[in-house]
């Protein structure tokens, strides 16, 4: 992984954060690691979802196009709807079942699944309810994710500047656009695919790249002389604030 990048910018925007109402499944403590950021707060969104939760064999890896991570239990897929096209990817969800609360990592889609279903890994399911029971009514909502640490640009194999795919890992909150600059210094809009992945078309140029992210609370991480690192990972020097 690359280092930080030379400069970053933070924008905070959060004037729709969801307070109260909830069940308080999330832990405002939950990522107080080293010192790092506190997360596990609101993600702007107040509404509570409900549906069912199920169970499959997740690795980590899934639509989301993420690194597959057998070692992590706490992923799920979301339902098809609420997937949204992958831009629920990344986004972390605080479910409440019959026996407990967990919060989980949304890494894959459910095209089966009714909206408002989760499928959890098999080692989040019993965390919330008794394998043996399959399928347990839920209520869930979103939240910001335990991390610490700046957001990660990943290159997808095959990037060059004539096709440039770009997705952004470690990230608080769910990512709702990303912008590179172009020569003529204006920003350009570039769209998501339901892979998971921003992807250029016509590319980016050589780099490097100076890079726009916006969360779906609307804050605003800008980065530059971000490089591409073709199937590899260049480290962005700002984290997204969480949502208390």
Same mark, same amino acid.
């Given at each position: ?145 335990? %991390? ?65 992210? %916006? ?30």
């Amino acid at each position: 992984m690359s280092g930080a990048r030379g400069m970053w910018v933070a924008v905070s925007v959060c004037l729709a954060c969801g307070g109260g109402g909830g069940s308080g499944t999330a832990d405002a403590d939950a990522d107080s690691d080293s010192g790092g950021p506190s997360g596990g707060g609101e993600v702007c969104e107040g509404e509570v979802h409900t549906g069912e939760a199920t169970y499959y064999a997740a690795d980590g890896g899934g639509n989301c196009s993420f690194d597959a991570d057998p070692g992590d239990p706490m992923v799920a897929a979301m339902n098809n709807v609420d997937y949204a096209a992958s831009a629920v990817c990344g986004a972390c969800v605080a479910i409440d079942g019959p026996d407990g609360s967990i919060i989980v990592r949304i890494v894959d889609s459910c095209p089966g699944c009714p909206q408002g279903d989760i499928d959890l890994s098999e080692g989040a399911f019993p965390m919330i309810a008794a394998m043996e029971l399959g399928r347990v009514p839920i209520s869930w909502r979103y939240v910001s994710c335990a %991390t610490s640490g700046p957001i990660v640009y990943h290159f997808k194999e095959g990037s060059s500047e004539w096709w440039t795919a770009v997705q952004i890992r470690g990230h608080k909150n769910p990512i709702a656009s990303l912008e590179f600059k172009d020569e003529g210094g204006q920003w350009q809009a570039v769209p998501r695919l339901d892979y998971n992945y921003f992807v250029a078309e016509q590319g980016m140029g050589p780099g490097p790249y100076a890079f726009r992210v %916006t969360d779906t609370a609307g804050n605003v991480l800008e980065d530059s002389d971000v490089p591409l690192v073709e199937a590899g990972d260049a480290a962005g020097a700002g984290q997204f604030p969480a949502c208390e």
